[in-house]
């Protein structure tokens, strides 16, 4: 696979290999000691919502502190002739999206359909989403393709970076004192796609795809939570010859870029690197 192909839209499905799934099996472990009460998609679905966020929580300060973890990644890398060395990521992700979650108060503004560059990541961010536990069909989340290279309105020129960061930054707490203030960029139009695709899978699947792409979270209906990582990552030479996306529609200011790591040594990539994409990305 090349992985620019990604760049001009296209999307891959995929299995996890046995080396993968066995670093992947901690997380599911770890969800299983936090909720040993039972099946953690059930109870998860009918807990308090504030419950379930303190124990994700818990459960997300385990993976980030688990330097193994990422090496699931090694095997997918090599599948996809990258070096491991070029790739920079951000944390990973673990979501629960319970059963009805878009019925909460609150939770419209976490499904706003939208590319995450509006959220100040780079345009030539590659998304890999893995199920950790089963996500029927329309559960999970959906892409709307033929808007890959077409603009479509937003406000996503109300997002500030810095001050994301300053009321809580991503996967907040529901009791952050600032909570209030957070912008969600969305779309200003009806979104009209006739190609939508709708995303599922079950642990040992993943997706890949361009986090260009115009997307949202669906409506949890299948009657208990689905859990899911998402890994963030971006390769140093595309960040360092700009290749990737045209912008087409993104005003946010600031970038993630600054918190990506390196997955072999931790590093950043260098401030004039990162300067330099920010700027050639910026919509003109």
Aim: net charge negative; proline share 5%.
């Amino acid at each position: 696979m090349d992985i620019k192909s990604l760049y001009d839209g296209k999307t891959y499905f995929g299995n996890l290999c046995k080396e993968s799934k066995s670093y992947l099996n901690t997380i599911l472990q770890y969800i299983q000691d936090e909720f040993q009460a039972g099946d953690p998609c059930l109870i998860t679905s009918q807990i308090p919502y504030l419950q379930l966020q303190n124990s994700m929580a818990r459960i997300r300060s385990k993976i980030y502190e688990n330097h193994s973890i990422p090496k699931f990644l090694f095997p997918i890398l090599e599948e996809w002739n990258v070096d491991p060395n070029d790739v920079y990521l951000d944390l990973l992700r673990l979501r629960c999206v319970p059963n009805g979650f878009h019925l909460m108060q609150g939770a419209e503004s976490v499904q706003y359909i939208h590319r995450d560059s509006w959220y100040a990541n780079p345009e030539n961010q590659i998304n890999l989403w893995i199920p950790i536990t089963k996500v029927e069909l329309g559960s999970g989340f959906s892409l709307y393709p033929s808007y890959f290279k077409k603009s479509i309105q937003n406000n996503s020129s109300m997002f500030l970076y810095d001050h994301w960061l300053e009321t809580g930054g991503f996967q907040t707490s529901a009791i952050h004192p600032r909570i209030g203030e957070k912008i969600f960029p969305k779309p200003l139009e009806q979104v009209s796609d006739p190609n939508v695709l709708s995303v599922s899978g079950d642990f040992g699947d993943y997706f890949l795809f361009a986090s260009h792409h115009l997307h949202g979270t669906n409506d949890n209906t299948q009657g208990y939570s689905r859990f899911s990582l998402e890994v963030r990552l971006v390769i140093g030479d595309h960040i360092k010859n700009h290749i990737g996306p045209k912008n087409y529609d993104n005003g946010s200011k600031g970038s993630t870029l600054y918190e990506m790591k390196q997955l072999l040594e931790g590093k950043v990539l260098p401030i004039e690197v990162i300067q330099s994409y920010v700027k050639s990305s910026a919509l003109l």
